[in-house]
């Protein structure tokens, strides 16, 4: 703020990194450039790469996250296709159960999210959905303190698929109040 008050801003916009399955020395330049304008941060928006969330792309991702630590510059990550961070457009939801509980940490914040799927085979409308959709994000909210909303199947009546989201100090707490979440009642 005070940088802001002084007009002396280091960063007044954060632009944008845009990931199209680049070979590193041109990752490395376009970082570069964007530093040398006096920018310090920018946003990876990962999902136009041909091998979003594959093997070339977390290469690709430690290139960035490489070159923007030498440089000092902070990094953001777009990587959903829709609001909450951690669906990974869709493919978190099919993954192996480690790796749809994730952490993304920058300083000494951590935000960490879930995605869960519930089969309710005792609801028959929408209309009884939405109340036991109400009644779980209000109790995740309230026993929790996060960040919860139904976030894909809207429309079927017996598949509620919900979104947790929380800032924590720490892994340790990451991974507690992810547990509590899932052995909720």
């Not at 008050?5 to 916009?13: D, F, R, S, T, V």
Request: glycine fraction near 6%; hydrophobic fraction near 45%.
């Amino acid at each position: 703020m005070n940088e802001y008050l002084k007009e002396n801003p280091a960063n007044y916009m954060v632009p944008f990194l845009w990931m199209h399955g680049e070979d590193e020395p041109r990752l490395r330049e376009v970082i570069g450039a964007i530093h040398q304008s006096g920018i310090g941060a920018l946003c990876v928006e990962s999902r136009p790469h041909p091998d979003f969330l594959g093997p070339k792309w977390w290469q690709d991702m430690d290139v960035v996250l490489d070159e923007c630590k030498k440089r000092g510059m902070k990094i953001w990550i777009l990587d959903d296709e829709r609001f909450l961070t951690g669906y990974s457009a869709g493919r978190a939801a099919g993954s192996p159960h480690k790796y749809r509980r994730i952490a993304y940490v920058e300083a000494k914040m951590i935000i960490a999210a879930i995605t869960f799927r519930l089969h309710a085979p005792w609801v028959h409308s929408l209309k009884e959905k939405r109340m036991v959709v109400k009644s779980l994000v209000a109790q995740l909210q309230n026993q929790f303190h996060v960040s919860a909303a139904e976030i894909d199947e809207q429309d079927a009546h017996q598949i509620i698929v919900i979104g947790v989201a929380a800032i924590v100090p720490h892994n340790a707490m990451a991974d507690s109040l992810m547990d509590g979440i899932l052995t909720i009642k």
